[in-house]
């Protein structure tokens, strides 16, 4: 039985595998795809915005050529930290079950079963991106991600969403030759209150740069209406109805980590900064299960910098409490 069972191999996990081996507790992760998976998904070439201490597991390590580092950059390191610190992560193995048993947790997964004393969900959200909803959204042209540009030169794109990623993705389509266009709330365009989730201005400048080349076109949204296969129908912020000629669509309004798993173990939710979200303790971030625990996108702390940084105090209060059981008699 392990002492520790992690799910999911992007920051967080990382970050409580390095602790946990540090604090010499047995432990696993089972991470359903690849090492820094969400990270794998960032568009190709992406400049990471956060600065090097933000996004690094031990001060100093991470090297970029220029000042912030690359999406290949970022993810280079996090597979190497995994190697050279031989962390126990297994890849490419979902995990479908936890269960919990007489002296812990049993985790099913489609390749084996696992007992631990303790579970950590660290799991991403970009696998549940949020859905629009309307007619058109199953059409193939239709995409919750953007990778990259070139499948798209020279064709009309429209982006849907008011935050980073929407914008990032309006910027690479508007700079590498795309008809462009970004749906957004016209409070999403206009917001710098970087709390509610708005484009940050190292994304709204160069934004607004395509806007005053033509190269890119804004449409204050009401609503999406319909996606059709060679146009899409929105409702202006005035409540009136236009048609677009388009081609692909990106819908990017977000995503929401899945709670079914810990819902089934019996942890309570709450409404968090940025939806439900479990309910834990903010300083061990144990859920009212004991032995279950969360971090990343399972709690109000989603930025990389606090990932990387939760465990760290979680793991450390852990393995207080696993040390006590083993020197407590009988």
Not at 147 to 176: C, D, Q
């Amino acid at each position: 039985m392990f002492d520790l069972l992690i799910i999911g191999a992007g920051p967080a996990g990382i970050s409580a595998a390095f602790e946990a081996k540090k604090h010499n507790l047995s432990y696993v992760v089972i991470e359903k795809g690849l090492i820094g998976n969400t990270i794998y998904n960032y568009p190709v070439g992406l400049t990471v915005f956060s600065t090097t201490n933000e996004l690094e597991f031990t001060e100093g390590t991470l090297k970029p050529a220029r000042e912030k580092p690359t999406r290949e950059e970022l993810l280079s390191y996090y597979v190497r930290f995994v190697l050279e610190n031989e962390l126990n992560i297994q890849t490419e193995e979902t995990v479908l079950k936890v269960d919990k048993i007489e002296n812990g947790f049993r985790t099913i997964t489609d390749k084996g079963e696992y007992e631990s004393k303790s579970v950590l969900f660290a799991i991403g959200a970009i696998d549940y991106p949020r859905q629009l909803g309307v007619k058109g959204e199953d059409l193939p042209k239709v995409h919750d991600m953007f990778r990259e540009t070139y499948p798209w030169v020279k064709k009309r794109a429209l982006i849907v969403g008011g935050g980073n990623s929407a914008g990032e993705a309006a910027l690479f389509l508007a700079e590498e030759g795309a008809d462009t266009t970004l749906a957004i709330f016209r409070e999403n365009w206009e917001s710098t209150d970087p709390k509610q989730g708005c484009i940050k201005f190292w994304v709204k400048q160069p934004l607004e740069d395509e806007l005053k080349k033509h190269c890119l076109k804004l449409f204050f949204l009401g609503k999406v209406l319909e996606i059709r296969e060679d146009e899409v129908l929105l409702e202006n912020e005035e409540g009136e109805v236009e048609t677009l000629p388009n081609d692909v669509v990106f819908v990017l309004i977000g995503s929401d980590a899945d709670l079914t798993m810990l819902k089934n173990l019996g942890v309570k939710t709450e409404q968090g900064k940025y939806g439900e979200v479990p309910s834990y303790d903010e300083e061990t971030f144990e859920t009212n299960i004991s032995g279950i625990y969360v971090a990343g996108h399972f709690t109000n702390h989603r930025h990389i910098k606090d990932a990387i940084a939760v465990p760290k105090a979680l793991i450390s209060k852990l393995s207080q409490r696993i040390k006590k059981s083993r020197s407590a008699p009988g």
